[in-house]
C-alpha cells in the first residue's frame, strides 16, 4: 500500500486483509464499490470512510461507531469475516514461551493421525462440499476457510511421510473448493489466492492429479477476468504435462475445461474436439479412486458441453442443456443456476424473449439464494442484451 501516513502494522484485521490484498485502500474502494453493484448490495464505501474503519478510531481519534448495516453486509460478504472481527486488532504475536508450549502440543496431536482421523477429515470435507452444491458458498465458504487452518496446522507439524501426503492432497482439495467458492462469490483475487496455495498443498502427494486440478481451476479464474487467451494456454499446457500421468476420469475433466476454455476464446471448432475427447475418455464406470473429487458423469459433462454450444450461439445449446437440466441432480444448485443462464443466453441468440426470461427470473431467484455474485454479473449483462434488442 502507497500511504505515506500508513503505519507500519495493521491496527485492524480489516486492515491486515487489504494489506495482504496488496491494494490501497482506494484500490480496494473502487473494488467494493464494483463488488456492491454486481452483487445488488446497497452498502456503499469511500476511500476516506475506509480507513477511519481500518484505523479503528473515528475523525480526531473520537471512538469508531458502528457502521451502517449496509456496510457491515457488504464488508462481510467480501471478507467472509464478521465486522467485529474485521473491526478488532489483529491478534498479538504470543510469548516466545506460550509458542514453543503450541508447537510441542501440536506435533503430538500431528502424530495421533491414524487412517480413522483421516478419514473423518475426508467425509467432513465431503459434507461441506454438499453444503455447498446445495446452499452456495454465502453459506459453505466460513466452513471451508476454518477447515484450512485446521489440516494446514496438522500437515504442517507432520513428520510421518504418509500421513503427511495424505493432509497435504486433503488441504490441496480444500484450497480447491476454497478458490471456487471466492470465484463464485465474486472475490476474484482472493480465489488466485487460494489456487496458488493449493498448488503448493499439491506438490507433495505422489499423485499428480491433485496439482493439475488446482492449475485448471485458475484457468477458470482468467475467463472471469476476460483473459481467455492465458486461459487457452493454460489448459493446453497442463493438459500435455499430465497426459500419461493421471486416469481417465481427471483427463476427461481437463479436456471438458479446456473445451471451456476455448470456447470462450471463440475457438468453436478446437472446443467441440475438446469435448469429444473429454467424452471419449469419460469412465463407463464413474469413480473417485484416490484423486481429487470431480463432479463429472455424462449428465455434468453435457451441461459443460452445452454451455460451450451457448457461449458460440450454436441452437443446438437448447436441447443439449435442456436434456443436462431434466437429469440434474437437484442438490446441484449451484449448477443448475449457471445451466439456465446458460439456457437464457441460448434463447437470447435464438430471440426467444419469452423462453430467455423464464429461465432469467428462475436463475436470478437461485443466484440470490446461494449468494453468486458470478452467476448474478453473467445475468446483468445478459439482461442488457435482451432490453438492447
Known amino acids: 500500500m502507497s500511504d505515506e501516513q500508513e503505519p507500519r502494522h495493521s491496527r485492524t484485521v480489516l486492515e491486515q486483509l487489504i494489506r495482504e490484498r496488496r491494494e490501497t485502500f482506494e484500490e480496494f474502494a473502487g473494488f ?142 480444500l484450497r480447491t473448493l476454497a478458490g471456487w467458492q ?21 506438490k507433495e502427494p505422489a499423485n499428480p492429479a491433485f496439482e493439475a486440478h488446482t492449475w485448471a481451476g485458475q484457468a477458470f479464474v482468467l475467463l472471469d477476468v ?45 472446443s467441440l474436439r475438446a469435448f469429444d475427447h473429454a467424452a471419449a475418455l469419460l469412465p463407463d464406470n464413474v469413480r473417485q479412486d484416490g484423486g481429487p473429487y470431480l463432479a463429472l458423469d455424462p449428465v455434468h459433462l453435457g451441461r459443460w458441453r452445452g454451455h460451450a454450444l451457448a457461449r458460440v450461439g450454436e441452437p443446438e445449446a437448447v436441447d443439449v442443456l435442456t436434456d443436462a437440466l431434466d437429469r440434474l441432480d437437484p442438490t446441484f444448485v449451484r449448477a443448475e443456476t449457471a445451466l439456465r443462464v446458460d439456457l437464457a443466453t441460448a434463447f437470447v441468440a435464438m430471440h426467444e424473449r419469452e423462453q430467455a426470461h423464464k429461465h432469467i427470473g428462475r436463475a436470478q431467484a437461485l443466484a440470490a439464494d446461494i449468494g453468486s455474485a458470478r452467476q448474478h454479473r453473467r445475468l446483468e449483462r445478459l439482461k442488457a442484451r435482451v432490453e438492447s434488442r
Open 32 to 173: 467494493a464499490m464494483t463488488f456492491a453493484r454486481d452483487c445488488g448490495e446497497p452498502g456503499t464505501l469511500s476511500s476516506r470512510h475506509l480507513k477511519r474503519l481500518a484505523s479503528g478510531r473515528g475523525d480526531g481519534g473520537k471512538p469508531l461507531g458502528r457502521p451502517q448495516q449496509a456496510t457491515v453486509r457488504l464488508l462481510e460478504r467480501i471478507f467472509g469475516v464478521s465486522i467485529d472481527e474485521l473491526l478488532s486488532p489483529p491478534r498479538e504475536r504470543r510469548t516466545s514461551g506460550e509458542n514453543d508450549g503450541e508447537f510441542r502440543a501440536l506435533l503430538r496431536t500431528s502424530a495421533r493421525i491414524d487412517g480413522t482421523v483421516l478419514n473423518l477429515l475426508r467425509d467432513q470435507l465431503n459434507a461441506t462440499r454438499r453444503l455447498d452444491r446445495q446452499l452456495g458458498a454465502i453459506l459453505a465458504h466460513d466452513e471451508v476457510v476454518a477447515k484450512i487452518s485446521q489440516v494446514g496446522k496438522l500437515m504442517g507439524h507432520s513428520v510421518m511421510p504418509t500421513t503427511r501426503e495424505a493432509l497435504a492432497a486433503l488441504l490441496s482439495e
Open 182 to 202: 471466492a470465484l463464485d462469490l465474486g472475490n476474484v483475487s482472493q480465489s488466485w489466492q487460494h489456487y496458488e496455495q493449493g498448488k503448493l498443498a499439491a
Open 226 to 270: 476476460g483473459d481467455s487467451a492465458a486461459a487457452v494456454d493454460l489448459m493446453t499446457t497442463v493438459r500435455r504435462r499430465v497426459e500419461r500421468k493421471t486416469d481417465r476420469l481427471l483427463r476427461s475433466w481437463l479436456a471438458a475445461a479446456h473445451g471451456e476454455t476455448l470456447a470462450a476464446d471463440g475457438q468453436r471448432s478446437a
